[in-house]
């Protein structure tokens, strides 16, 4: 099996991992050196990031990342966008340490606002994760005047989100814009009126996977 190369937040647990099999090579013993190594690699296999190809449709909304649906209802999206108080459909999908843990832009938009809360960290996979747990929320405005909210969650075992993207972006979908380390969950929050096409239990495939139709 071929690994892709991985995300560059991988570096400093690469740099670490590599000088600690180093140093026990050298000074303290195998026993350090195989630690080191074996960490390595879960490194490379964690922080791998592939190469997606989207769909080549307009108005499609893509799975943010890897992993498989738990959750598809309404829901009122991070009162800290400013986004509204009235629900709208929810897509969350849960990803575990074997995912591939980079995210991914839904649709083609601008990114409006971001907004960080800190938060708890239960397990990811439970419906509260989107309320109490730490997040990072992005407002992203539809070309149509339309708009639609992506979140990072953090889960039990994360305890980092990245996010490259900025105010004024101008994205595509499937574009990267970020990475949460080592078990987490990411929300999408569709534009009011716009019916998800994901189903509990589904398997997503990040930047690939059509979760919903903008229609007209």
């Known amino acids: ?92 999908i849960f990803l575990s340490v ?24 239960v397990s990811a996979n439970l419906d509260k994760a989107s309320d109490e747990n730490e997040r990072n929320a992005l407002a992203i405005a539809l070309p149509d005047g339309r708009d639609l909210a992506v979140v990072q969650i953090a889960g039990l075992v994360a305890r980092r989100i990245l996010c490259d993207a900025k105010v004024g972006d101008s994205v595509q979908a499937g574009e990267r814009f970020g990475i949460i380390r080592f078990g987490s969950r990411t929300d999408v929050y569709l534009p009011h009126g716009v019916l998800p096409l994901a189903r509990e239990g589904q398997t997503m495939i990040g930047g690939e996977t059509v979760i919903a139709e903008l229609g007209a």
């Open 98 to 121: 074997l995912d591939v843990h980079v995210n991914r832009m839904p649709t083609d938009g601008t990114v409006t606002r971001i907004a960080y809360h800190h938060g708890k960290f």
């Open 1 to 92: 099996m071929v690994l892709a190369p991985p995300h560059p937040a991988a570096r400093p647990f690469l740099i670490g991992g590599g000088a600690a099999a180093l140093l026990g090579l050298i000074v303290l013993g195998n026993w350090l050196f195989w630690l080191g190594v074996i960490f390595v690699a879960f490194c490379l296999y964690f922080f791998r990031d592939p190469e997606r190809v989207p769909p080549d449709r307009p108005g499609m909304v893509l799975a943010p990342a890897d992993g498989h649906v738990v959750s598809v209802g309404m829901a009122v999206p991070p009162l800290e966008l400013g986004l509204g108080d009235a629900p709208r459909w929810r897509v969350a």
